[in-house]
């Protein structure tokens, strides 16, 4: 079955540890987006590509980074310059003839 | 720019009775608009999508939204809740001006009482 696969499904992190979220998707969809959700906040975007190695940032890129090196794949670094990593984080991905988001399961980070 | 509001956060209904869940949208351009459902822990999934086709419109597990442009609104309801339609419901919009992103609203929870 096609979908999005995001993992690990739960991380733990020390400060000052920069971290990677994987997600891969077998949709053959041109567009992938990275959203953080925190209680009470939406959904944030925090980047996204159209196309192999092109990204820009979303909403709230700062202390965060991503790669495009392949169609399937849109890791998300999660660096020490981020201030409060702590949240669920999401991949999705969209075709490029419709407008609606394919998500994965999610990934929640947990800084001690 | 266009933004999304969700009014009421949170949304408790008993079992059976109708759901109601409030979405208001903000565009310089015709959106295409979107609800999604999360349940807890999960990613999101699509309830149903207004694309301009028409303006009442049906999606999964029995819910379906209709398309107000003079209230730019686009609630979301069900006849008759059932305790597995408790989670998060999300509305979402998006346009052909911003690169195919979609803008989210804040989220509304929905209990179902017994």
């Known amino acids: 079955d096609g979908g999005i696969t995001q993992s690990p499904k739960y991380l733990f992190r020390k400060e000052g540890q920069n971290v990677t979220l994987s997600c891969e998707q077998n949709l053959n969809h041109d567009a992938m987006y990275w959203y953080r959700q925190d209680p009470g906040q939406g959904l944030r975007l925090i980047y996204y590509?159209?196309?192999?190695?092109?990204?820009q940032k979303g909403d709230i890129a700062e202390g965060y980074s991503v790669s495009r090196e392949k169609k399937e794949s849109f890791p998300l670094t999660v660096t020490s310059a981020q201030k409060n990593p702590t949240a669920f984080y999401l991949c999705?991905?969209?075709?490029?003839?419709?407008?609606?988001?394919?998500f994965g399961e999610g990934s929640r980070l947990t800084v001690l | 720019a266009q933004s999304v509001t969700q009014l009421g956060s949170h949304v408790s209904v008993s079992e059976g009775a109708l759901v109601l869940l409030r979405c208001n949208y903000s565009s310089s351009v015709p959106p295409y608009l979107f609800w999604y459902v999360q349940y807890p822990n999960q990613g999101l999934q699509l309830l149903l999508k207004?694309?301009?086709?028409?303006?009442l419109v049906k999606g999964i597990n029995g819910f379906e939204a209709e398309f107000k442009k003079s209230e730019t609104s686009f609630h979301l309801t069900k006849p008759s809740a059932h305790m597995s339609d408790a989670a998060e419901y999300f509305c979402a919009a998006n346009t052909n001006t911003n690169a195919g992103k979609s803008t989210f609203g804040d989220g509304t929870t929905l209990t179902v009482k017994p």
């Open positions: 590509s159209q196309i192999v190695n092109d990204f």
């Open positions: 207004y694309t301009s086709a028409a303006t």
């Open positions: 999705a991905s969209r075709d490029r003839g419709l407008r609606e988001l394919f």
